[in-house]
C-alpha cells in the first residue's frame, strides 16, 4: 500500500529561526514528490516538485531535497517568518503504466508555527 | 502559471438542501480535475476523478448519488452536494490537470461547507 508519512506531526519555531520537515514514502513505482503549502482555510499551494533523477530543489528560503533510493524527503526553511506559519505537506505520485504520473498520496502534513 | 479558481470560498445551507462548487481552470485546459475533502488537521481525501466528457471514478465509499460531479467542459467542473447533512461540513478542494501535462496539479482554494 503507498504510503507518505510525515514528521513532526506539529512544530513550534522562533521567527528567524531554520527547520527542518520530514517525508517518508513507500509510493512505487515512483514519479515525483512535492511539497506544498496550505494556509489554514486555504488550498494547497506548490512549493517544489522533484523527479526521480532530482536530489535538491530550492524555492526562495525552502529547499528540499530527495533521496530516491531511501524513499525520504526533506523541506528545510531557512529564517523563518510570521508568514510561514502554515501545514505543509508531502505529495507523492506514483508513475503509471503509461509513464506518466497518476495517484497521488498526500502526507498528514506537518503543522508549523512561527512565533515571534 | 495555472491557476484554478474554485467558487464559493465558504457556504453554510439548511440540512437537505443541495449545493453546488465550480471549479475552474482559468488559463489553461484541463482534461482532469479532482476533488477532495479535509477534515480539520487531517489530510486531504480523495473524493472522485472527473474527466471531460465522461462519468466520473469515485473513491471507495463515496456515495457518487449523493456528491454529484460534472465536467461538462476543460474548463469547467463541479460538485453538488445532494441533500446535505452536517456530517458534510467540511472544506472541499478541487485541483486540475493541464491537457498532456503529466504531472502539473493546481488546487483551487477550497470550499469551506457548513450545513445546519
Known amino acids: 500500500k503507498n504510503q507518505v508519512e510525515q514528521s513532526p506531526q506539529s512544530l513550534i519555531i522562533l521567527e528567524g529561526k531554520n527547520c527542518t520537515l520530514q517525508?517518508?514514502?513507500?509510493?512505487?513505482?515512483?514519479?515525483?514528490l512535492r511539497w506544498y503549502k496550505q494556509d489554514t482555510g486555504r488550498g494547497p499551494v506548490s512549493l517544489t516538485i522533484?523527479?526521480?533523477?532530482?536530489n535538491t530543489k530550492s524555492n526562495g528560503r525552502y529547499t528540499a531535497t530527495l533521496d530516491a533510493d531511501t524513499k525520504q524527503s526533506s523541506l528545510h526553511i531557512t529564517a523563518s517568518q510570521l508568514s510561514d506559519s502554515a501545514s505543509y505537506i508531502c505529495?507523492?505520485?506514483?508513475?503509471?503504466?503509461?509513464?506518466?504520473?497518476?495517484?497521488?498520496?498526500f502526507g498528514k502534513g506537518t503543522h508549523l508555527i512561527i512565533q515571534p | 502559471g495555472a491557476v484554478v479558481s474554485q467558487h464559493p470560498s465558504w457556504v453554510i445551507c439548511k440540512s437537505g438542501t443541495s449545493v453546488k462548487i465550480e471549479c475552474r481552470s482559468l488559463?489553461?485546459?484541463?482534461?482532469?480535475m479532482f476533488w477532495y475533502r479535509q477534515f480539520p488537521k487531517q489530510s486531504l481525501m480523495l473524493m472522485a476523478t472527473?474527466?471531460?466528457?465522461?462519468?466520473?471514478?469515485?473513491e471507495q465509499g463515496v456515495e457518487k448519488d449523493k456528491f454529484l460531479i460534472n465536467h461538462a467542459s476543460l474548463t469547467l467542473s463541479t460538485l453538488t452536494v445532494t441533500s446535505a447533512h452536517p456530517e458534510d461540513s467540511s472544506f472541499y478542494i478541487c485541483?486540475?490537470?493541464?491537457?498532456?501535462?503529466?504531472?502539473?496539479?493546481?488546487f483551487g482554494s477550497g470550499t469551506r461547507l457548513t450545513v445546519v
Open positions: 488559463d489553461f485546459q484541463a482534461t482532469t
Open positions: 517525508c517518508n514514502y513507500t509510493v512505487s513505482p515512483f514519479s515525483n
Open positions: 505529495v507523492v505520485s506514483a508513475r503509471n503504466s503509461g509513464g506518466g504520473a497518476d495517484g497521488l498520496t
Open positions: 485541483s486540475a490537470r493541464p491537457a498532456g501535462a503529466n504531472y502539473g496539479y493546481t
Open positions: 522533484m523527479t526521480f533523477s532530482e
Open positions: 472527473s474527466n471531460e466528457g465522461s462519468k466520473a471514478t469515485y
